[in-house]
């Protein structure tokens, strides 16, 4: 965790105290505000404030860091649990976004089973990794027809444990977003007809 002593010292629960309603805050007649994005997170105070951005960018920040590659979801569970409670979903979002246009991390985009598009969230030094597997995900998928994503997590994440299945499976969905690849289930993926 990114939290000094002083941090701990000054915030006894030590709950982040981020809202994404002013009405939310409570003891505080005057809340402090910040813009994000377009999301306005709130707090007693702006020590609060600027500890509790500073707590969940740096959970964000973390599990990224932790991990190949996590959707929305997975990334929301491993901060919470590394900061022991469930952030705000607006306020998650809109640190989350600060955190993207820092340039501390991007999102990639992927295609889902249902044909929609969903982000995965990649530290930035892990980009390069991440675009070259799926480079050879595509030389790999042309030349054997199918591929599960149980082959992925052995040739890309054999020693990794937690996480790795789904950072697989962003790789081959990543590989459907640009069109090399047809997801056939949720375990299988196939080269495109006509390729």
């Known amino acids: ?35 994000l994005g377009g999301i306005t997170v709130y707090a007693p105070t702006e020590a609060d404030l600027t500890r509790g951005i500073n707590r969940l960018s740096g959970a964000i920040r973390d599990a990224v860091g932790l991990h190949p590659s996590l959707d929305r979801k997975l990334l929301l569970f491993v901060a919470a649990k590394e900061l022991a409670e469930r952030p705000d979903r607006r306020v ?13 991390m991007d999102c990639v985009p992927c295609a889902s089973i249902n044909g929609k598009t969903f982000r995965v969230y990649i530290a930035d030094e892990r980009i390069p990794d991440f675009l070259h597997r799926v480079d050879e995900i595509r030389t790999w998928l042309r030349r054997v027809r199918v591929l599960t994503v149980s082959e992925v997590r052995k040739r890309f994440f054999p020693q990794i444990g937690w996480g790795a299945w789904s950072s697989s499976a962003h790789l081959l969905a990543r590989a459907a977003q640009l069109g090399f690849a047809r997801q056939l289930d949720k375990y299988n993926f196939a080269w495109p007809e006509g390729l």
């Open 92 to 104: 998650f979002a809109a640190v989350l976004g600060r955190e993207l246009s820092l340039g501390h």
């Open 1 to 35: 965790m990114r939290e000094s002593v002083d941090d701990a010292a000054s915030d006894p629960d030590g709950r982040l105290n981020l809202f994404s309603r002013d009405t939310d805050v409570l003891n505080a007649s005057q809340p402090a505000a910040m813009r």
